[in-house]
């Protein structure tokens, strides 16, 4: 199944439906990295960061790649999930410009919302983004997604990045020589 869907149907599809699912592990790729809030239970919302924390606490690998620091309001609700100091891996790579989900290699978002609340959050038809991607669990295409997050997270671009003066992933790597 591959499936385009826009808007709204990404908060459902991806935030809502196939997230809260995962069992072995989750990946995001997202160029721009906000508060999101998400339906928990009636007219109740909550910071996505405790879907994040349920699942880390059911022992679910996380990464999340993302190009620029988080908006302030997202490193609030972080610290009111301590356990993902631990269980989120990061990396903040200014090139990141895809928005991926993979979860458990058998489902993938692809698309152009970020993950904030604009974008695969829950806002409103008058305040969402217009956003377009597709759902697959295609298995050529979710390995095509998952080769991508790969390699970025591997560094394999790391050696020819001309942004590595903006990388605090690779200043990290070399001690902060620079390249």
Same mark, same amino acid.
């Given at each position: 199944?591959?499936?385009?869907?826009?808007?709204?149907?990404?908060?459902?599809?991806?935030? #809502?439906?196939?997230?809260?699912?995962?069992?072995?592990?989750?990946?995001?790729?997202?160029?721009?990295?906000?508060?999101?809030?998400?339906?928990?239970?009636?007219?109740?919302?909550?910071?996505? #960061?405790?879907?994040?924390?349920? #699942?880390?606490?059911?022992?679910?690998?996380?990464?999340?790649?993302?190009?620029?620091?988080?908006?302030?309001?997202?490193?609030?609700?972080?610290?009111?999930?301590?356990?993902?100091?631990?269980? #989120?891996?990061?990396?903040?790579?200014?090139?990141?410009?895809?928005?991926?989900?993979?979860?458990?290699?058998?489902?993938?978002?692809?698309?152009?919302?970020?993950?904030?609340?604009?974008?695969?959050?829950?806002?409103?038809?008058?305040?969402?983004?217009?956003?377009?991607?597709?759902?697959?669990?295609?298995?050529?295409?979710?390995?095509?997604?998952?080769?991508?997050?790969?390699?970025?997270?591997?560094?394999?671009?790391?050696?020819?990045?001309?942004?590595?003066?903006?990388?605090?992933?690779?200043?990290?790597?070399?001690?902060?020589?620079?390249?």
């Amino acid at each position: 199944m591959t499936e385009y869907v826009t808007d709204a149907e990404i908060y459902r599809r991806v935030i #809502l439906g196939a997230i809260p699912q995962a069992r072995r592990y989750l990946w995001i790729g997202t160029s721009d990295l906000k508060d999101l809030y998400v339906a928990a239970g009636r007219a109740k919302m909550a910071p996505f #960061l405790g879907t994040l924390s349920e #699942l880390a606490g059911r022992g679910v690998e996380l990464r999340l790649a993302h190009a620029k620091e988080p908006g302030p309001n997202f490193r609030r609700d972080f610290d009111r999930y301590p356990d993902l100091v631990e269980r #989120l891996e990061l990396m903040l790579c200014p090139r990141v410009h895809f928005k991926t989900v993979v979860v458990d290699g058998a489902f993938a978002y692809s698309g152009s919302a970020n993950l904030t609340g604009a974008g695969m959050g829950a806002k409103g038809d008058g305040t969402r983004n217009f956003e377009a991607g597709f759902v697959t669990d295609d298995k050529t295409m979710v390995a095509q997604i998952i080769k991508q997050f790969d390699q970025l997270w591997l560094g394999a671009h790391c050696p020819a990045c001309r942004r590595k003066r903006f990388c605090a992933e690779y200043q990290d790597i070399l001690g902060n020589r620079g390249s």
